[in-house]
Nanobody, 120 residues
Framework: QVQLVESGGGLVQPGGSLRLSCAAS????????MSWYRQIPGKERELVAA???????NYIDSVKGRFTIFRDNAKNTVYLQMNSLKPEDTAVYYC??????????????WGQGTQVTVSS
């Protein structure tokens, strides 16, 4: 049974930090590109950060220099360290696992989401 369980969300003041965790089970974690997305009500879900199987990373411009994605394959966990948080970072954050071994074969799994609220 595939599971992605996020944790670490909460309420934080502007300028503060949070670390999100996503614990995976039920699939071969090291084969998957892991990503963090976020969604604000009424808006489309957007990709925030991604990390490949070789630990290459990508970020959207608005979080570069503030957020860091990293993975621990021994623990089947991906993290998102969020520093210098801004009110506009407020959203539900989702963990995603993606594997595309063949052109027409893709696997995509999602967590249930964790709320991050940045407010004074």
């Amino acid at each position: 049974q595939v599971q992605l369980v996020e944790s670490g969300g909460g309420l934080v003041q502007p300028g503060g930090s949070l670390r999100l965790s996503c614990a995976a089970s039920g699939f071969t974690f090291s084969n998957y590109v892991m990503s963090w997305y976020r969604q604000i009500p009424g808006k489309e879900r957007e990709l925030v950060a991604a990390i490949t199987t070789g630990s290459s990373t990508n970020y959207i411009d608005s979080v570069k220099g503030r957020f860091t994605i990293f993975r621990d394959n021994a623990k089947n966990t991906v993290y998102l360290q969020m520093n210098s948080l801004k009110p506009e970072d407020t959203a539900v954050y989702y963990c995603n696992a993606h594997f595309n071994p063949l052109r027409d074969l893709k696997y995509d799994y999602w967590g249930q989401g964790t709320q991050v609220t940045v407010s004074s």
